[in-house]
């Protein structure tokens, strides 16, 4: 078993009808020795990440999507940014879904994410994504009007069917080749808190402070139900979750590397190989090239 493996493998929810989120400490740092163990480790992934990215992108077969939720200052934007450091921007996609627009309100709420999913050979980052519809839709269901839902098909069900839907839609694209995986950032209460004010006290982060941001911290126990029943309902085996301990951001980015490169070596990647013909116009090539003499004029 790799290290990648043994690392990520303890947040993996494959199978969520027994999952209970308090069974899963924010603040648990596995068997990690220390922070500096946690950054080589972090080192360590980014440059194999990169390897296998290159190899996805040649052998031009998977694709793979990468889902983060999570509440405000989980770190959402620090774990893409640190893990996939090393990974070739041609390849790897990121976008952030913030409120609907008017356009995409006019479509069913899955259509603004299909169209980014990522074509084989790379990976897509869905910084929140379709999960937004069973969490803060759900927490705050007068959004549903804003929608435009026909009245009859706004039951009690809606929240089951939503879910029915979404597994749905993620088994038709590992039927295709797209390989998903779903971040949690498990943060706690009090580290939110902890992370809020230190951005009311450097004045280089209070962009990234929000009073709305207060307002949601206000509904922390109806998120906390929201996401639990998210995952019990759509953990599986093709598209499992990671419920990853936030509020060390050390560790939380060294369990999303280990995961993601795990992903990547049981798809076991590699170059592509040529046919014989194709060796033979290769062959040809050689031969042209080395036996042209290169002309030019000299400097000066």
Not at 49 to 66: C, G, P, S, T
Not at 173 to 193: C, D, H, M, P, T
Not at 226 to 232: F, G, H, P, R, S
Request: hydrophobic content about 35%; glycine content about 4%.
């Amino acid at each position: 078993m790799s290290w990648a493996t043994k690392l990520a493998k303890p947040y993996r929810v494959e199978d969520g009808k027994k999952f209970r989120l308090k069974d899963y400490d924010p603040g648990d740092t596995g068997r990690l020795r220390s922070r500096e163990h946690a950054e080589e480790l972090l080192v360590k992934g980014v440059a194999t990440l990169a390897e296998l990215q290159d190899k996805l992108y040649a052998q031009d077969r998977w694709a793979v999507l990468i889902i983060f939720q999570a509440m405000d200052a989980a770190g959402k934007d620090g774990a893409i940014k640190h893990v996939m450091s090393g990974v070739n921007p041609q390849g790897c996609q990121v976008y952030s879904f913030k409120t609907p627009s008017s356009e995409e309100l006019n479509h069913d709420y899955l259509w603004r994410t299909m169209q980014k999913v990522p074509e084989r050979g790379h990976i897509g980052i869905f910084n929140r994504s379709y999960y937004e519809e069973v969490l803060v839709v759900r927490v705050h269901p007068e959004l549903l009007q804003s929608q435009r839902i026909p009245p009859e098909l706004l039951t009690k069900d809606i929240w089951n069917d939503r879910f029915a839907d979404i597994a749905g839609f993620e088994r038709y694209l590992a039927r295709n080749g797209v390989v998903i995986r779903k971040f949690f950032l498990n943060l706690s209460r009090k580290e939110q808190k902890k992370r809020f004010v230190d951005r009311l006290d450097h004045p280089e982060k209070n962009w990234k402070f929000s009073t709305a941001d207060v307002k949601e911290r206000e509904c922390w126990d109806d998120y906390m139900a929201a996401y639990e029943d998210m995952i019990c309902h759509t953990a599986t085996k093709h598209a499992p979750w990671y419920v990853v301990p936030a509020d060390n951001k050390w560790f939380t980015r060294t369990v999303v590397s280990a995961a993601i490169i795990e992903t990547l070596e049981d798809l076991n990647l590699a170059y592509p190989t040529v046919d014989d013909e194709k060796r033979k116009q290769l062959q040809v090539a050689r031969k042209i090239l080395e036996g042209r003499k290169e002309t030019g004029k000299k400097n000066g």
